[in-house]
T-cell receptor, first 114, second 109 residues
Framework: DADVTQTPRNRITKTGKRIMLECSQT?????MYWYRQDPGLGLRLIYY???????NKGEISDGYSVSRQAQAKFSLSLESAIPNQTALYFC?????????????FGPGTRLTVL | GQNIDQPTEMTATEGAIVQINCTYQ??????LFWYQQHAGEAPTFLSY??LDGLEEKGRFSSFLSRSKGYSYLLLKELQMKDSASYLC??????????WGAGTKLIIKP
């Protein structure tokens, strides 16, 4: 079983629609992250959370919001989707107690906004 | 600003050795990571360097020089399955990962 799961894996939607991407993890990690990846660009951090009551904006948070419903769940919402939010979205987790701060990634959600 | 540079694409031959370079300028430094990413898949961890020097793990090795803001990933005995993108990332002073755009490695028979 995968340790970090994302749903849906693929989504096509229209401009202006509200979209939620969900991430769940069974690793027991306290830290969770949302990234987007665009061709030719590095992974860019959208939001991150170091525990359930901690939410922080990343490099490109405009147009996105998040919810940390439980230690194991971290959701990303696009309140009103626009075409330039078409990208591959990854959720990742890490643990405070890890010496190397390694991040573990989910399989990704490919989002297309028409 | 923060910046991570690595070559966009490299080509190598099966069985050979390839070195992928990464230079960085970041706000603070708490370690450098290399990840492998096959097309359409999630990145997977390869290595972590926080002190200067060479870390060896099987066919893969990673080197770090903090004074030069430089790292490289060395892949030996290349196999076709090594065709992938290799991502360099630095953990900055806020413990956020800053990512390079990745190096696409093409392996030819």
């Amino acid at each position: 079983d995968a340790d970090v799961t994302q749903t849906p894996r693929n989504r096509i939607t229209k401009t202006g629609k509200r979209i939620m991407l969900e991430c769940s993890q069974t690793k027991g990690h306290d830290r969770m992250y949302w990234y987007r990846q665009d061709p030719g660009l590095g992974l860019r951090l959208i939001y991150y959370s170091f525990d359930v009551k901690d939410i922080n904006k990343g490099e490109i948070s405009d147009g996105y919001s998040v919810s940390r419903q439980a230690q194991a769940k971290f959701s990303l919402s696009l309140e009103s989707a626009i075409p330039n939010q078409t990208a591959l979205y990854f959720c990742a987790t890490s643990a405070l107690w890890q010496d190397n701060n390694e991040q573990f990634f989910g399989p990704g959600t490919r989002l297309t906004v028409l | 600003g923060q910046n991570i540079d690595q070559p966009t694409e490299m080509t190598a031959t099966e069985g050979a050795i390839v070195q992928i370079n990464c230079t960085y300028q970041t706000s603070g430094f708490n370690g450098l990571f290399w990840y492998q990413q096959h097309a359409g898949e999630a990145p997977t961890f390869l290595s972590y360097n926080v002190l200067d020097g060479l870390e060896e793990k099987g066919r893969f090795s990673s080197f770090l020089s903090r004074s030069k803001g430089y790292s490289y990933l060395l892949l030996k005995e290349l196999q076709m399955k090594d065709s992938a993108s290799y991502l360099c990332a630095v953990l900055d002073s806020n413990y956020q990962l800053i990512w390079g755009a990745g190096t696409k490695l093409i392996i030819k028979p």
